[in-house]
């Protein structure tokens, strides 16, 4: 595990620590706090005491009767089945900084996802969580340089996996969980030494207050598969 | 026959096994998981499926408006009891007590099973879309063996404690908003619309309910 960085200071609320722990936070947000709590023991140990209590409530059901039948049935696939108990698997030493959920989602190799560019400073490439409800990329800013100006329609959450960025609020730092809700407007700006590589999630789509940049956002909308719901 | 409710923690005494104090029958837990690790021993197993699957049970039937629940709670039963089993080798009682591990690999099949039923819904009315097969693993996003650090060890056994002591203690509101996002997988947002109160009230039942326990999140 990546050498942890003293620098996190934005951490997800209890609200998203919970979901999280609970199992109901979606997918694409709940991406969002793993690769956090890769950067974070603090929020490490808080989601181990929410599953501690996620445990405690398990416990506590009233128990529903099961059938003699239903141990006899995997007993027997256990049997069938000549795999028996699996030995442990050893952890691999990583080699990457990245979080695995995000190197799993990149195969390991950045260069090789499909990054849309727009504008000169700022490039996107979506990922697939499973969630058709949200927009989840990985952007990346060059040093010094600035992501369109936007708005929030919906919530948006970014995680800083490399560099850092400021905004007119504070500088964010690598592991940095910050939300934005909607309506905010910002203007983030990788800081002078390095790019910038973040995880973000959003809610709806963002609003480019610049129409040029709109045009390309469009564009680069028409190369991705529009967003179906099962409804 | 049990009579009364089957708690992990003050579970009474029956045929089978003297009384102990909550910490030693989760130990008797950690024993048997180990000799499943070990010797694949199907006694120690039985007596866990026993314990626990009763449980498993309840947690599936917790879902709202589910079609078929029976058939759900039957798979949800057989796949988290089998992944024990598999498993069990490692479990690491330096990281998790057994009732918090298989809690965890409950809670991950039951998303797991959600999201696949899910899928054959929308598959069944032709949104399937392509590429989605290669979409994340669940156990990247919810670990089950890697949320705890070895360190932390001493500071989950007293919440442990803590939790127990103080749950039975919390208001009814805030006992529901809890069941209702570790049980009947509702979020924030989703349990705000059911109860149709301002997410913000919700947030502080739940933050409340943190704080009476002496979690320390959000402190």
Redesign the interface.
Known sequence: MQKHTPMVKYHP???F???????????SQ??CV?TH?HYC??C???????????????????????EKA??E???A??QASP???????QAEPSVSILP??VN??TSGNLERLNWRRIGSNFRVSR????DKQRETSLFCIKAGGHVPHHQHKGDEITVILKGSFSDHEDKYEVGDFIVRTNGETHKPVASQDQDCLCLSTLDAPIVLSNWLLRFGLYLFNLGT?SH???A | MRTGSLKAMDYESDDQQPAAPSDERGQYWVICLEKVASTQDVKAFRELFEHFSPMIKSFAYKIPGLEQAEPFAEELLQETMLKVWTKAASFDARLASPSTWIFTIARNMRIDLLRKQARHVINNVQLYQDGDDDEIALDDIWFEDENSDVFNQLAMQRSRKQIHESLKLLPIEQTEVLSKVYLEDKSHAEVAAELKLPLGTVKSRVRLALNKLKLVVDR
């Open positions: 609320d209890a609200r620590l919970t979901d999280y722990a609970a199992g109901c936070l979606p997918a709940a991406l793993a709590l023991p603090l490490r140990l808080k989601i181990g005491e929410l599953t501690e209590l996620g445990a405690e409530l398990f416990m506590q059901q009233q128990p529903v009767k099961v239903a141990l049935k995997l007993l696939r256990i795999q028996s108990p699996i030995s442990p698997v695995k959920a799993k989602l990922l697939n969580v499973g598969p179906q719901t099962a």
